[in-house]
């Protein structure tokens, strides 16, 4: 701690994906940072969230410097399959866009990242209390917060809020200059690992009239399924045996056939949500990944998008230290909305195909086996698909 500066030029509050990069790339383009970050180290690593890469972001990561476990480790999809009410169908993805996915966990992004972090020199603060951020209306923002050894303060020329969806630095906007746009969906998905070899080579997406599940994996040894849930389902009632026999329904009966089972080694349940906050700049504060936009976990965006706007923000400010120009900062906002809108459209709209409404009628059930049977069956509906499930290009 003592070796803490009392100011840097951008003070960065969260220390997952999106705040870990951010101050990667800046440190690349010689603007230096501090993360602040409320839980552990072994907390943020040991968190199972994301599972698929883009390959803009795979490309990405390893431009800067980030590539070489991925390379050994993650494993290149061409294709993902649609299983619909049991009936597997593979979409060609690598032969829809010529792109592919790489199935990579966001722990070992996270572990890559903070090792980069470490190794760079670079300052993180972990077990960071009640960090707050004060006057990003004028031209010296500072971040305040408190530790074991007492209270701190950043003087920062920016401060990036990267601190997930239930951070401060959104709440820290007053209502009347930041619009929200929400849609919760009345289920979550129940997920567990296991280490078992994955049932297929590639991802599952079912959608089965006893709820939605998926089958994907981190490691030829190592496999992650979730299945569509109640709202307050309680994991006392989800024993693993349990589970497994939902899988097996829901994957159908080829799956069912070949699946491995085993005890669970994490079991968890998470709410899908919709959200959008805009803009996504306030005077010398910004917000990137979950701070500002939440996307249902079914169309694989949430990460990738949180590296397709620190992207956009590191070259903003790195352009401003460079050379003064405001440019880039004053068109973050609406270059990151675009494509948050982009991946919300495609997120929903997945996730309206796949799950189990309940109270839907026959019609909206034959909507559903309609739009699938068009989407695995069409190659133009296909190509739509694949284009934004490897991930639309930077703009
Ligand atoms: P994070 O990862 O939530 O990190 C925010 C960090 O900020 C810290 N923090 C604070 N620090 C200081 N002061 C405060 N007041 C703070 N409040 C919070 C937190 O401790 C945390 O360390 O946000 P970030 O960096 O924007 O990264 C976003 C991703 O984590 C998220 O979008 C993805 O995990 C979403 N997601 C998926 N994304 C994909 O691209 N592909 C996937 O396959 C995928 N699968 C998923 C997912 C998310 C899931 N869950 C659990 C919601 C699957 C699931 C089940
Ligand atoms: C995961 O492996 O955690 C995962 C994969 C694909 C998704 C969501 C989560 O769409």
Same mark, same amino acid.
């Given at each position: 701690?003592?070796?803490?500066?009392?100011?840097?030029? $951008?003070?960065?509050?969260? +220390?997952?994906?999106?705040?870990?990069?951010?101050?990667?790339?800046?440190?690349?383009?010689?603007?230096?940072?501090?993360?602040?970050?409320?839980?552990?180290?072994?907390? @943020?690593?040991?968190?199972?969230?994301?599972?698929?890469?883009?390959?803009?972001? $795979?490309?990405?990561?390893?431009?800067?410097?980030?590539?070489?476990?991925?390379?050994?480790?993650? #494993?290149? *999809?061409?294709?993902?399959?649609?299983?619909?009410?049991?009936?597997?169908?593979?979409?060609?993805?690598?032969?829809?866009?010529?792109?592919?996915?790489?199935?990579?966990?966001? /722990?070992?992004?996270?572990?890559?990242?903070?090792?980069?972090?470490?190794?760079?020199?670079?300052?993180?603060?972990?077990?960071?209390? !009640?960090?707050?951020?004060?006057?990003? =209306? +004028?031209?010296?923002? /500072?971040?305040?917060?408190?530790?074991?050894?007492?209270?701190?303060?950043?003087?920062?020329?920016?401060?990036?809020?990267?601190?997930? &969806? *239930?951070?401060?630095?959104?709440?820290? @906007?007053?209502?009347? %200059?930041?619009?929200?746009?929400?849609?919760?969906?009345? &289920?979550?998905?129940?997920?567990?690992?296991?280490?078992?070899?994955?049932?297929? !080579?590639?991802?599952?997406?079912?959608? *089965?009239?006893?709820?939605?599940?998926?089958?994907?994996?981190?490691?030829? /040894?190592?496999?992650?399924?979730?299945?569509?849930?109640?709202?307050?389902? =309680?994991?006392?009632?989800?024993?693993?045996?349990?589970?497994?026999?939902?899988?097996?329904?829901?994957?159908?009966?080829?799956?069912?056939?070949?699946?491995?089972?085993?005890?669970?080694?994490?079991?968890?349940?998470?709410?899908?949500?919709?959200?959008?906050?805009?803009?996504? %700049?306030?005077?010398? #504060?910004?917000?990137?990944? =979950?701070?500002?936009?939440? @996307?249902?976990? /079914?169309?694989?965006?949430?990460?990738?998008?949180? $590296?397709? !706007? $620190?992207? @956009?923000?590191?070259?903003?400010?790195?352009? &401003?230290?460079?050379?003064?120009?405001?440019?880039?900062?004053?068109?973050?906002?609406?270059?990151?909305?675009?494509?948050?809108?982009?991946?919300?459209?495609?997120?929903?709209?997945?996730?309206?195909?796949?799950?189990?409404?309940?109270?839907? =009628?026959?019609?909206?059930?034959?909507?559903?086996?309609?739009? #699938?049977?068009?989407?695995?069956?069409?190659?133009?509906?296909?190509?739509?698909?694949?284009?934004?499930?490897?991930?639309?290009?930077?703009?």
């Amino acid at each position: 701690m003592s070796a803490l500066p009392g100011r840097t030029q $951008v003070g960065i509050v969260g +220390g997952g994906p999106a705040g870990l990069l951010l101050a990667h790339l800046l440190h690349r383009r010689g603007v230096a940072s501090v993360i602040l970050e409320r839980r552990s180290r072994a907390h @943020v690593e040991g968190r199972i969230r994301a599972g698929v890469l883009e390959q803009g972001t $795979v490309d990405l990561l390893a431009a800067s410097g980030l590539g070489a476990r991925m390379a050994r480790e993650g #494993l290149v *999809h061409g294709g993902i399959e649609v299983a619909i009410d049991g009936v597997r169908r593979r979409l060609d993805l690598a032969a829809l866009t010529g792109r592919r996915v790489t199935v990579y966990g966001q /722990t070992e992004v996270t572990k890559d990242l903070v090792e980069a972090r470490l190794a760079a020199g670079g300052a993180i603060v972990y077990e960071a209390e !009640d960090v707050s951020v004060h006057g990003f =209306d +004028g031209e010296r923002p /500072t971040v305040r917060w408190r530790t074991a050894a007492g209270e701190a303060e950043l003087a920062c020329d920016f401060i990036a809020g990267c601190d997930g &969806f *239930h951070g401060v630095c959104r709440r820290s @906007v007053p209502a009347d %200059r930041i619009r929200t746009y929400e849609r919760v969906y009345p &289920f979550g998905w129940l997920g567990i690992l296991s280490d078992t070899p994955p049932v297929s !080579d590639e991802l599952i997406y079912a959608s *089965h009239e006893r709820g939605f599940a998926l089958a994907s994996m981190r490691s030829p /040894t190592r496999s992650r399924y979730y299945i569509q849930c109640d709202l307050d389902a =309680d994991l006392a009632d989800w024993p693993d045996e349990r589970v497994w026999d939902e899988l097996k329904l829901r994957l159908g009966p080829e799956a069912a056939a070949t699946i491995r089972t085993g005890p669970s080694i994490e079991k968890s349940v998470a709410p899908l949500r919709s959200f959008v906050a805009e803009p996504m %700049r306030f005077g010398r #504060l910004f917000l990137a990944g =979950d701070a500002a936009h939440i @996307v249902p976990p /079914t169309g694989a965006k949430g990460l990738n998008l949180a $590296v397709a !706007d $620190v992207k @956009v923000l590191s070259e903003a400010l790195a352009e &401003f230290f460079a050379t003064g120009s405001e440019e880039g900062i004053d068109r973050y906002s609406e270059r990151a909305l675009r494509r948050v809108w982009r991946a919300q459209r495609f997120s929903w709209w997945f996730s309206a195909q796949l799950h189990r409404y309940d109270g839907a =009628d026959g019609f909206a059930r034959r909507l559903q086996l309609t739009e #699938l049977d068009y989407l695995t069956g069409s190659e133009p509906a296909a190509r739509a698909f694949a284009e934004n499930y490897v991930g639309l290009p930077f703009d």
